[in-house]
């Protein structure tokens, strides 16, 4: 007969046995890990995006971001533009107004959402027409429309009234086109 020694034997416990009860631990902590798997899948999962979005609202989100980023391009240029240097006004303006629209355009993709915005010279000289005053009882100098954007003299310089835009949205379901003229001064 053969007889175990202590350095066979850890814990009173056989090199067999020890195996053994290591293979079954490894299944349980298997076995535990499976529920676990599936609880971060389902934490992860983010559905159909494109089912949530409702175009109107997209639109109307771009819209506004669209109205700010107007707004900041023409503070930017305020008071820094003489009438005559009317078209480099606007260029400087479209320069700042560009960054701020890649911005919303980029916004839009991250989301699931294509927005687009194009420069609409036709919806800004709609609006010249209609709005800036003509004749002798005009209050300020002539109005005038570069590209998409109508300026109007102003004490010899150069003051944005308004910009025309085509904002253009697509999601998996659905497109929208609206025109907009976001407006500064009337």
């Keep these: 007969m053969v007889r175990m020694t202590d350095e066979h034997r850890v814990g009173g416990i056989s090199p067999d046995e020890r195996g053994q009860l290591v293979l079954v631990a490894a299944a349980v902590i298997a076995l535990a890990l499976v529920p676990m798997a599936f609880a971060y899948l389902q934490l992860g999962y983010h559905g159909d995006v494109g089912t949530d979005v ?7 989100d771009a819209e ?4 700010r980023a107007v707004e900041h391009a023409s503070v930017e240029i305020d008071g820094e533009y003489d009438w005559d240097r009317r ?42 027409e209609g709005t800036c005053p003509s004749g ?21 310089e150069t003051a944005v009234l308004a910009a025309g835009f085509e904002l253009r949205l697509a ?16």
Excluded at 64 to 67: A, D, F, G, T, V
Excluded at 91 to 102: E, H, K, S, T, Y
Excluded at 171 to 185: G, H, K, L, M
């Design 136 to 156: 002798p009882m005009r209050s300020f100098g002539p109005c005038e429309l570069i590209d998409n954007v109508v300026v109007q003299e102003r004490a010899g």
């Design 171 to 186: 999601t998996p379901d659905d497109q929208a086109t609206v025109e907009v003229v976001v407006v500064i001064f009337e």
């Design 54 to 60: 409702e175009p109107a609202t997209e639109l109307a």
């Design 64 to 67: 506004r971001s669209l109205e």
């Design 87 to 128: 078209e480099a006004g606007v260029d400087a303006f479209q320069d700042v107004l560009d960054d701020d629209i890649d911005t919303i355009e980029r916004l839009g993709h991250a989301e699931g959402v294509v927005i687009e915005i194009v420069n609409g010279a036709e919806p800004a000289a709609t609006w010249r």
